[in-house]
């Protein structure tokens, strides 16, 4: 029995040897098939891609168009015909005060004028045949001109007792009641046109030569993250404040969802100069001090250190201003590994993003 377990534990031994043997032969094998001393890497090719120059700053939103409403006279308020937050439009009657006196006034106004401009009527008929003196048609000329002028003021009386929108927008938060004394200049409510609204900002005038009529700007906002605002500037002031050494900028934006408001916080981005150029990923650059080089994969499975000058930088990768065109190799991992005129071995190969 022992004699029978002792060639089994033998043979068992001999199994385990011969796969050990038979592994490390294989390993052996791989290891004299790959080249010794070439490493392998990633390349990707150039792509050219757009790059625009950005010029960031901060911006204040403003209505269009924006008034306090207020009464001009001293008077109480009768009614009140619009609700906070209310689009109104232009002309329409917000406030109206106390106005029982002058529509009296007003309707006498209409029947004097009603009156003289009968006899007016008569004394130039007369006059046509001679039958009055010059000195009694002007007499009733000027009496039926003098009852005009006294209409239009009664007119103009009853007008101010009705406090109008100045132009169409978003009426604000009301600030009187029905039976309030108002005199000139109490606030009644605001007045916002929301439609467009103005960003104020300034920009250094290192950055003037960049900045044009017409220019398209992006905006941002902390409320709507991920959304930007399309817009364009509108005006650039004449002036560039001596103290900053800045100028006013006036960028206008279609708002017709309403969602930027006045007084908002803005980071607005001036976009120029679109134009195409090579673009390598940040991480394939070789840098010392000022320059920059790539490795740029040759024919011959060799590579080549080539400087290259550098230009714009956006996420991750940056415009190749000289030195390298669009559908060249490079080497864009590993860089660490070789030196100028190395052989590589391609591991993978991808378009650059």
Same mark, same amino acid.
């Given at each position: 029995?022992?004699?029978?377990?002792?060639?089994?534990?033998?043979?068992?031994?001999?199994?385990?040897?011969?796969?050990?043997?038979?592994?490390?032969?294989?390993?052996?094998?791989?290891?004299?098939?790959?080249?010794?001393?070439?490493?392998?890497?990633?390349?990707?090719?150039?792509?050219?891609?757009?790059?625009?120059?950005?010029?960031?700053?901060?911006?204040?939103?403003?209505?269009?168009?924006?008034?306090?409403?207020?009464?001009?006279?001293?008077?109480?308020?009768?009614?009140?015909?619009?609700?906070?937050?209310?689009?109104?439009?232009?002309?329409?009657?917000?406030?109206?005060?106390?106005?029982?006196?002058?529509?009296?006034?007003?309707?006498?106004?209409?029947?004097?004028?009603?009156?003289?401009?009968?006899?007016?009527?008569?004394?130039?008929?007369?006059?046509?045949?001679?039958?009055?003196?010059?000195?009694?048609?002007?007499?009733?000329?000027?009496?039926?001109?003098?009852?005009?002028?006294?209409?239009?003021?009664?007119?103009?009386?009853?007008?101010? &007792?009705?406090? !109008?929108?100045?132009?169409?927008? =978003?009426?604000?938060? @009301?600030?009187?009641? $029905? +039976?309030? *004394? #108002?005199?000139?200049?109490?606030?009644?409510?605001?007045?916002?046109?929301?439609?467009?609204?103005?960003?104020?900002?300034?920009?250094?005038?290192?950055?003037?030569?960049?900045?044009?009529?017409?220019?398209?700007?992006?905006?941002?906002?902390?409320?709507?993250?991920?959304?930007?605002?399309?817009?364009?500037?509108?005006?650039?002031?004449?002036?560039?404040?001596?103290?900053? &050494?800045?100028? !006013?900028?006036?960028?206008?934006? =279609?708002?017709?969802? @309403?969602?930027?408001? $006045? +007084?908002? *916080? #803005?980071?607005?981005?001036?976009?120029?100069?679109?134009?195409?150029?090579?673009?390598?990923?940040?991480?394939?650059?070789?840098?010392?001090?000022?320059?920059?080089?790539?490795?740029?994969?040759?024919?011959?499975?060799?590579?080549?250190?080539?400087?290259?000058?550098?230009?714009?930088?956006?996420?991750?990768?940056?415009?190749?201003?000289?030195?390298?065109?669009?559908?060249?190799?490079?080497?864009?991992?590993?860089?660490?590994?070789?030196?100028?005129?190395?052989?590589?071995?391609?591991?993978?190969?991808?378009?650059?993003?």
């Amino acid at each position: 029995m022992k004699f029978f377990n002792f060639i089994f534990i033998l043979l068992a031994a001999l199994a385990c040897a011969y796969g050990i043997y038979f592994a490390l032969g294989r390993m052996a094998g791989e290891k004299k098939s790959k080249p010794k001393g070439v490493p392998e890497l990633s390349i990707v090719t150039v792509q050219s891609e757009p790059f625009e120059n950005r010029i960031e700053a901060l911006g204040t939103a403003k209505a269009l168009e924006s008034v306090e409403i207020t009464a001009s006279i001293t008077e109480t308020v009768a009614q009140i015909f619009f609700r906070e937050g209310q689009e109104v439009k232009k002309g329409d009657i917000l406030v109206k005060l106390e106005q029982a006196e002058e529509l009296a006034n007003l309707q006498q106004a209409e029947l004097s004028m009603k009156e003289e401009e009968r006899l007016y009527q008569i004394a130039e008929t007369l006059n046509e045949k001679k039958a009055i003196s010059k000195t009694e048609y002007e007499k009733q000329l000027y009496a039926r001109n003098a009852a005009l002028a006294k209409l239009d003021a009664a007119k103009n009386r009853v007008a101010r &007792r009705n406090i !109008t929108a100045p132009f169409s927008g =978003q009426t604000g938060i @009301r600030q009187v009641s $029905p +039976g309030a *004394l #108002l005199t000139p200049g109490t606030p009644i409510t605001t007045l916002d046109d929301l439609s467009v609204m103005r960003v104020f900002f300034t920009v250094p005038e290192t950055f003037m030569a960049a900045i044009k009529k017409d220019q398209e700007v992006e905006a941002t906002v902390s409320a709507y993250p991920g959304q930007v605002f399309k817009g364009k500037v509108t005006i650039i002031d004449s002036r560039i404040e001596m103290t900053t &050494r800045a100028v !006013t900028v006036i960028a206008e934006f =279609q708002n017709a969802d @309403r969602r930027i408001r $006045p +007084g908002m *916080l #803005l980071k607005i981005e001036l976009i120029s100069g679109a134009h195409q150029s090579p673009s390598i990923p940040e991480k394939a650059l070789l840098s010392y001090g000022q320059r920059h080089y790539v490795f740029v994969l040759k024919n011959d499975s060799t590579v080549e250190r080539r400087q290259i000058e550098l230009g714009l930088r956006t996420f991750g990768r940056v415009e190749a201003v000289k030195g390298i065109a669009a559908g060249e190799k490079i080497v864009s991992d590993g860089i660490n590994k070789i030196t100028d005129g190395s052989k590589v071995s391609v591991k993978s190969e991808a378009q650059a993003k």
